[in-house]
């Protein structure tokens, strides 16, 4: 798995008890095979990108007040493409 979307899934884990949108992206990571964040990107519905724009704004801004500048970076791969 790309460590781009491993990061992502470690992040949704947190959001799949309450949230079916959440859980939603979380199976989708975790049943599909992607080889790159691009084609993963590429899978999501317009909602499902809505939600993981919000859910990434938070995801980075944290990651980079723990300065936990890998996962940063790497999250911020995947915020990027869902405007592309």
Do not use: C, P, W
């Amino acid at each position: 798995m790309d460590q781009s979307l491993g990061y992502l899934r470690e992040i949704l884990a947190g959001y799949t008890e309450n949230d079916t949108m959440g859980k939603r992206i979380f199976d989708k990571i975790s049943n599909r095979d992607y080889a790159t964040e691009g084609k993963f990107v590429e899978d999501l519905t317009q909602a499902e990108s809505n939600y993981l724009n919000r859910v990434l704004v938070d995801a980075i801004k944290y990651a980079k007040q723990e300065q936990d500048d890998e996962r940063a970076h790497q999250l911020n791969e995947v915020y990027e493409l869902l405007f592309i």
